[in-house]
């Protein structure tokens, strides 16, 4: 089993950061990909970033030049920096990760985090 834990979340004004942090623990061979989607009060979720094990990052268009993804592989790590929040970035952000496991019968699976909440209000 694997399991993702996030946080750094919390409340902050608009204009302003956070740094939200998931790591990965567990039978964990590699992760190809990690990343992080979000889910605002009434809407679906919705991917915001990951990055793969070979270093390429890529982002949804709503936060591009904002959020900066980025991977510590040795700790099985994945961070998202959040500049220049705004209200409408206001959700439950969720790690996922795509995970080779150690355990032949396991292969590869998909895995969530419980989230963790970023709220930008003045």
């Known amino acids: 089993q694997v399991q993702l834990v996030e946080s750094g979340g919390g409340l902050v004004q608009p204009g302003g950061s956070l740094r939200l942090s998931c790591v990965a623990s567990?039978?964990?061979?590699?992760?190809?990909?990690m990343g992080w989607y979000r889910q605002a009060p009434g809407k679906q979720r919705e991917y915001v970033a990951h990055g793969t094990s070979a270093g390429a990052t890529s982002y949804a268009d709503s936060v591009k030049g904002r959020f900066t993804v980025s991977r510590d592989n040795a700790k099985n790590t994945v961070y998202l920096q959040l500049n220049s929040l705004e209200p409408e970035d206001t959700a439950v952000y969720y790690c996922?990760?795509?995970?080779?496991?150690?355990?032949?019968?396991?292969?590869?699976?998909?895995?969530w985090g419980k989230g963790t909440l970023v709220t930008v209000s003045s």
């Open positions: 567990g039978s964990i061979l590699s992760i190809p990909e």
């Open positions: 996922n990760a795509l995970v080779i496991s150690q355990i032949q019968e396991i292969g590869i699976m998909d895995y």
